[in-house]
């Protein structure tokens, strides 16, 4: 019930393209689901988040799709650019409790080719 | 603030020694986490801390696995003793407990290899 399941393992786009990674949960109890950005030799980096009261966020190229329902929530990266070859985890935690424990899933590689 | 600092950046070692990884927290942050990346399992969560006391250690895969905050500016993270399955890349996180966000802060890293 804590896991968060991701794919694609690895993703190929041309520059210009739209990428799109899944992720789906099962703890109903989450309410905070960022995405993070990584870059070879770095650490994580937070994205882009969102909360179950939206359906969409967006940031720029990057938009956090999510729905309750189904228990899924997808980035998508608009007019995909080399520079945003990276790896990509989607994550989620609950909020508002004692402790802010933020369970990843297991990460997709993208690359953008130009 | 430099943000979360981890030592050393890399560490080979031989099977069997200690290791010790090292994490300043940024400050002013009351939650700490230890996480390992590897390729098949992406990133495990091992221990987190809350105002320097071990919340949640249920992701330490084995008891040689131990972690300590003494203070709020300084952890570590110690396996012993190492095995070439311990080798990854470990990641120290710092956030702060507080609505609305949750965004953890990681440090660079240490990649750890065990020979």
């Known amino acids: 019930q804590q896991q968060v399941k991701q794919s694609p393992q690895s993703l190929i786009v041309q520059k210009g393209g739209i990428s799109i990674i899944n992720c789906a949960y099962e703890?109903?109890?989450?309410?905070?689901f960022p995405w993070y950005q990584q870059f070879p030799g770095k650490g994580p980096a937070l994205l882009i988040a969102?909360?179950?009261?939206?359906s969409e966020k967006k940031e720029g190229r990057f938009t956090i799709s999510f729905n309750k329902s189904a228990k899924q929530f997808s980035l998508h990266i608009m007019d995909s650019q080399p520079g945003d070859s990276a790896t990509y985890f989607c994550?989620?935690?609950?909020?508002?409790?004692?402790?802010?424990?933020?369970?990843f899933g297991t990460g997709t590689l993208l690359a953008v080719q130009p | 603030d430099a943000g979360v600092i981890q030592s050393p950046r890399h560490e080979v070692t031989e099977m069997g020694q200690e290791v010790t990884l090292r994490c300043k927290p940024i400050?002013?942050?009351?939650?700490l986490f230890w996480y390992r990346q590897t390729m098949m399992r992406g990133l495990e969560l091992l221990i987190y801390?809350?105002?320097?006391?071990?919340?949640?250690d249920s992701g330490m895969p084995e008891d040689r696995f131990s972690a300590k905050m003494p203070n709020a500016s300084f952890s570590t993270l110690k396996i012993q003793p190492s095995e070439p399955r311990d080798s990854a890349v470990y990641f120290c996180?710092?956030?702060?407990?507080?609505?609305?966000?949750?965004?953890?802060?990681f440090g660079q890293g240490t990649r750890l290899t065990v020979v």
């Open positions: 996180a710092s956030s702060f407990v507080r609505a609305p966000t949750t965004e953890a802060f």
């Open positions: 703890n109903t109890a989450f309410d905070y």
């Open positions: 969102i909360r179950p009261d939206v």
């Open positions: 994550a989620a935690s609950i909020e508002g409790g004692a402790t802010n424990k933020l369970i």
């Open positions: 400050s002013g942050h009351n939650s």
């Open positions: 801390f809350n105002n320097n006391v071990p919340i949640d």
